[in-house]
């Protein structure tokens, strides 16, 4: 079945560093691929999504490319604030089309 | 316009209580989503409307767990007989009508705590 990989479990960082998060898949088709942020006690919240091959998603600051050829949708951002602190999930619909699979999430820790 | 809205924001129940969450949607939204998530096991589907109608429960536990949605303003999730194992955030999304690889917009969850 369709399956999403994020490999860091928590990423540390301090203020004005540079983030990257990776993001791999695994998936029949074409999926749209998302990138969503949860901060503590809240819903997750949609970064943005990209639903073709190069297409680049970006908000705030953050920004990922849809890259077939290496089934990847890694999270960037240039210069991480603490406000940035919150836990990243990559998600793709699969083959149902509504029907979101998570990765496993990355705790984003900016350090004082 | 407000985001999607779930009452309670926490529940605790005793083992063995009936627990029922509430979730109103965005207006001219029309599909509605419930997931859980827990630190053990991540975010999981557990079901989906469309127009009202259930199309997919394939996420729900066979028993004790029902979900409906009576009217397109409001679903409901009702868990029998809770259980520890039970506790969790249960998070309803939803999205507008066209919704092929539409992105869901979350409420802020119900944390149900069975003690």
């Known amino acids: 079945g369709d399956s999403v990989t994020q490999t860091e479990g928590q990423v540390a960082l301090s203020e004005e560093d540079f983030l990257t998060i990776h993001c791999n898949y695994s998936?029949?088709?074409?999926?749209?691929l998302f990138w969503y942020v949860q901060y503590p006690g809240e819903g997750p919240q949609l970064l943005f999504r990209?639903?073709?091959d190069k297409e680049k998603g970006s908000s705030r600051g953050f920004e990922a490319t849809y890259d077939k050829g290496t089934t990847s949708f890694h999270l960037r951002k240039a210069s991480v604030q603490e406000s940035d602190s919150a836990v990243y999930y990559c998600a793709l619909s699969g083959d149902s089309n509504y029907q979101l699979i998570w990765g496993s999430g990355t705790k984003l820790i900016i350090k004082p | 316009n407000a985001g999607v809205i779930q009452t309670p924001r926490h529940k605790v129940t005793g083992k063995g209580q009936e627990a029922t969450l509430w979730c109103e949607p965005i207006s001219g939204h029309s599909a509605v989503f419930w997931y859980r998530q827990t630190i053990v096991q991540g975010l999981e589907f557990l079901t989906y409307f469309r127009n009202q109608a259930p199309i997919d429960d394939s996420g729900m536990p066979k028993e004790r767990f029902s979900a409906q949605m009576p009217n397109q303003s409001h679903s409901t999730l009702k868990i029998q007989s809770t259980q520890p194992q039970d506790s969790a955030v249960y998070l309803c999304?939803?999205?507008?009508?066209?919704?092929?690889?539409?992105?869901?917009?979350f409420g802020e969850g119900t944390r149900l705590s069975v003690l």
């Open positions: 990209a639903s073709r």
């Open positions: 998936a029949s088709g074409y999926p749209t």
């Open positions: 999304a939803s999205s507008p009508p066209n919704y092929n690889n539409q992105a869901p917009l």
